[in-house]
């Protein structure tokens, strides 16, 4: 596949991604620009490549979207040998921590349902009770929760994921690091 083909297929994507989120949270989720020029204004929601709408407040989560061929197998996520899931992970950490975000990984490949990677304890905090769940080590000493994007999207509202994360829950004793 070409790298046009590649960059439009990341694109589309996204938009998928954002319109899934939109529909779920009854506002606007959007792709980032690819320009760049939103970072001009210091938004810290403009760190990934979803941006939530500033009319949420403070979204808790840096989106992160992926969607590639190869090393999406769950045996080699289990195995902690998806060389991908490491380095996306890993970007998407790094994104989160720019701005004191919470990673969120959204990932796929064509023709299989869409899942999401997030901390543990974020999965905690949220009190997600996901049954098709699994929960994998990964290098960076997180354990991930990764779970299909549907699940979650039926299993916590938007207002419920925001009240998890409000300032009554991020004491010491409910978040273990950002």
Not at 3 to 12: D, W
Not at 139 to 144: A, F, I, Q
Not at 145 to 168: T, Y
Request: proline residues 3%.
């Amino acid at each position: 596949m070409g790298a046009k083909n590649v960059k439009e297929k990341g694109n589309n994507f996204e938009r998928r991604v954002a319109k899934l989120l939109s529909e779920w949270s009854g506002v606007k989720f959007m792709r980032t620009p690819s320009s760049g020029a939103i970072h001009n204004f210091n938004d810290k929601r403009v760190v990934s490549d979803i941006v939530p709408p500033l009319s949420l407040g403070e979204f808790p989560f840096s989106i992160e979207c992926k969607c590639v061929e190869c090393s999406w197998e769950f045996s080699t996520i289990i195995e902690n040998t998806s060389q991908n899931l490491r380095d996306h992970w890993s970007q998407a950490v790094d994104d989160a921590n720019r701005e004191n975000l919470r990673p969120m990984l959204i990932f796929s490949k064509n023709f299989r349902d869409i899942f999401i990677a997030i901390r543990k304890w974020d999965y905690d905090i949220m009190s997600l009770n996901i049954t098709n769940c699994i929960f994998s080590y990964s290098e960076d000493r997180d354990t991930l929760a990764i779970f299909k994007m549907k699940d979650f999207l039926e299993g916590i509202s938007c207002e419920n994921l925001m009240d998890s994360f409000s300032v009554k829950n991020t004491d010491k004793s409910t978040v273990e690091k950002n």
